[in-house]
T-cell receptor, first 117, second 110 residues
Framework: DAGVIQSPRHEVTEMGQEVTLRCKPI?????LFWYRQTMMRGLELLIY????????DSGMPEDRFSAKMPNASFSTLKIQPSEPRDSAVYFC???????????????FGPGTRLTVL | QKEVEQNSGPLSVPEGAIASLNCTYS??????FFWYRQYSGKSPELIMS????GDKEDGRFTAQLNKASQYVSLLIRDSQPSDSATYLC??????????FGKGNQVVVIP
C-alpha cells in the first residue's frame, strides 16, 4: 500500500494567490482528516470527512479556506486568497471506519509545506 | 481552550537512560489517548495507545494513564539516538477526532 499521498510536497506562493493542496487517502479508509501544523499552535484539525461527506469543519480558520472530497480517493484543501499567516505544514490523514468503542489509527501523509510570501 | 497540554521544554537524555514525557488533558476529551512520534520534517506516526488506567508496555515504551488526575505519560527505556524526535500526546474526542498537544522534543545524547 502506498500510504496517504499528498501533493505538492512544497508550495511557495505570493500573498493573494490561490493555493490548492491535494490528498489521496489509503484505499478503503472511510475517514479523511486535514490538519495544519505550526510552531505556535501545534497540530490542529481543520476538517474531516466520513464517506466523502464533511462532518466537522469547525477548525477551518476562515472563509478563505475550503475543502472538498468529490470521491473516496481524492480530497482538496483550497486557500483563496492566501496570506502569510497561512504558512504552515498541512497534513492529510485517513483511517478506517470506526468500530464502537475501538479507535482506528490515523495514518498521516508526508505533508505539504506551504510558504506564503 | 486547549484540550491537551504538554508543557515541558526540550528533553535531553544520555543514551541508555530513561526519557519521561507528561501530558494533561481537559474534561471534554474522551478516554482514549495516544502518543505519536514525529521526526524532523516528517509526519506523525503512532507509537502507543492506551485506553484504561494503569500501564501499557510495548518494547522499550511504556504509556501510563491516570484518569482521576487527567494525566498521561510516556516512558522510553534504554533511550537510543534513533529516539530523538518530537513526541505528540493526543486524545480522541469522538468519531476518531484527535486533539494534539504541541509536543515535546527529545534529544538522546550518545
Amino acid at each position: 500500500d502506498a500510504g496517504v499521498i499528498q501533493s505538492p510536497r512544497h508550495e511557495v506562493t505570493e500573498m493573494g494567490q490561490e493555493v490548492t493542496l491535494r490528498c489521496k487517502p489509503i484505499s478503503g479508509h472511510d475517514y479523511l482528516f486535514w490538519y495544519r501544523q505550526t510552531m505556535m499552535r501545534g497540530l490542529e484539525l481543520l476538517i474531516y470527512f466520513n464517506n466523502n461527506v464533511p462532518i466537522d469543519d469547525s477548525g477551518m480558520p476562515e472563509d478563505r479556506f475550503s475543502a472538498k472530497m468529490p470521491n473516496a480517493s481524492f480530497s482538496t484543501l483550497k486557500i483563496q486568497p492566501s496570506e502569510p499567516r497561512d504558512s504552515a505544514v498541512y497534513f492529510c490523514a485517513s483511517s478506517a471506519d470506526v468500530l464502537v468503542g475501538i479507535y482506528n489509527e490515523q495514518f498521516f501523509g508526508p505533508g505539504t509545506r506551504l510558504t506564503v510570501l | 481552550q486547549k484540550e491537551v497540554e504538554q508543557n515541558s521544554g526540550p528533553l535531553s537524555v544520555p543514551e541508555g537512560a530513561i526519557a519521561s514525557l507528561n501530558c494533561t488533558y481537559s474534561d471534554r476529551v474522551s478516554q482514549s489517548f495516544f502518543w505519536y512520534r514525529q521526526y524532523s520534517g516528517k509526519s506523525p506516526e503512532l507509537i502507543m495507545s492506551i485506553y484504561s488506567n494503569g500501564d501499557k508496555e510495548d518494547g522499550r515504551f511504556t504509556a501510563q494513564l491516570n484518569k482521576a488526575s487527567q494525566y498521561v505519560s510516556l516512558l522510553i527505556r534504554d533511550s537510543q539516538p534513533s529516539d530523538s524526535a518530537t513526541y505528540l500526546c493526543a486524545a480522541e474526542y469522538g468519531n476518531n477526532r484527535l486533539a494534539f498537544g504541541k509536543g515535546n522534543q527529545v534529544v538522546v545524547i550518545p
